[in-house]
């Protein structure tokens, strides 16, 4: 069964920067579309970046364009957020999640059930 993995996070101020990496077997050029998805205590789940099995296709959420940056090497099985002018709303669990349709995962925001799970990891923003 495939998994992911996350790695990175921890605690920052605001505006400072932040990476995040997601590693996984299925994270190659024929295979799954990747997103990174958040949530915080007491609020839904949300996606926040998303990456075709391409990296051709970029999605973001409204509120980190400009700010997030997603990538991929299919060479290394590994997804990466660099997250940066990172402000206290940013702070939940992320986790990294893929599929094969970058449709669902990446546009409609709406994994399927199909779609496998990072354990999460915790990007704390605060002074």
């Known amino acids: 069964q495939a998994r992911l993995v996350e790695s990175g996070g921890g605690l920052v101020q605001p505006g400072g920067s932040l990476s995040v990496s997601c590693t996984g077997s299925?994270?190659?050029?024929?295979?799954?579309?990747v997103g990174w998805y958040r949530q915080a205590p007491g609020k839904d789940r949300e996606g926040v970046a998303c990456i075709s099995r391409s990296g051709y296709s970029i999605n973001y959420l409204g509120s980190v364009k400009g700010r997030f940056a997603i990538s991929r090497d299919n060479d290394k099985n590994t997804v990466y957020l660099q997250m940066n002018n990172l402000r206290p709303e940013d702070t939940a669990v992320y986790y990294c999640a893929a599929e094969v349709s970058y449709q669902t995962l990446c546009v409609n925001w709406a994994p399927t059930s199909l779609a496998y799970w990072g354990q999460g990891i915790q990007v704390t923003v605060s002074s």
């Open positions: 299925g994270i190659t050029s024929d295979g799954d579309a």
